[in-house]
């Protein structure tokens, strides 16, 4: 499941998508801040799953990664990374503390960290959602604080399962000069795939 099944269309749709969920993210995170915060989309791509470990900055880069399913019309797995010194930031900004303070994976940070992931997965969801009327929830988040190989390891065994296609979004946020960079994935099971992507062909 290369590009090549990607027109130009199916692409400015998945960059829509991105811009929207970021969009949604950014006015949820504002809300939960009470401060004015803004999101980018720098990148958005189709990739395979070998791909990932490289772009979160190789197997051995400490990350959080935030790992849920995703259920209804289209089935198939979100990852959401941060490395490690971006999670620290972004956990005190959401705290108000210095973005330099030393952080603590204690229970308050890591459910602050999964409150994040959940605005982000929801965000990008309800934009897929709104753009080609399919129905997606996603489950309960799991979070994990370790190298990029070890987190990545457990969803690929899942990931080998059902699908090598990886939609890849690139989120930047914007908090007064503070910016934070993670990395959001979809990866839906292979049925789910080809309906995403004939779903969003049928809307030429």
Same mark, same amino acid.
């Given at each position: 499941m290369d590009e090549f099944f990607l027109n130009s269309f199916h692409l400015d749709v998945l960059k829509e998508i991105g811009n929207i969920g970021a969009g949604n993210a950014a006015t949820a995170l504002a809300k939960m801040l009470d401060k004015k915060v803004n999101m980018e989309v720098p990148q958005i791509r189709i990739m395979g799953f070998s791909e990932v470990s490289e772009v979160v900055g190789g197997a051995e880069t400490p990350v959080a990664g935030i790992l849920l399913g995703i259920r209804g019309d289209i089935s198939g797995y979100i990852l959401f990374v941060l490395e490690e010194h971006a999670a620290k930031k972004l956990v005190n900004i959401l705290m108000g503390r210095n973005t330099d303070a030393e952080v603590e994976y204690d229970e308050i940070t890591l459910s602050a960290l999964k409150e994040v992931g959940n605005i982000l997965t929801g965000s990008y969801l309800s934009a897929i959602s709104t753009l080609t009327g399919l129905s997606i929830k996603p489950d309960i988040p799991? =979070?994990?604080i370790d190298m990029a190989g070890a987190i990545l390891s457990v969803p690929a065994i899942e990931f080998a399962k059902t699908a090598d296609a990886v939609l890849y979004i690139e989120? %930047?946020? =914007? %908090?007064?000069t503070q910016r934070v960079i993670g990395d959001f994935f979809l990866v839906p099971d292979t049925d789910s795939y080809v309906k995403l992507i004939n779903t969003l062909g049928a809307m030429c």
């Open positions: 799991d =979070i994990a989120t %930047e946020f =914007i %908090e007064g």
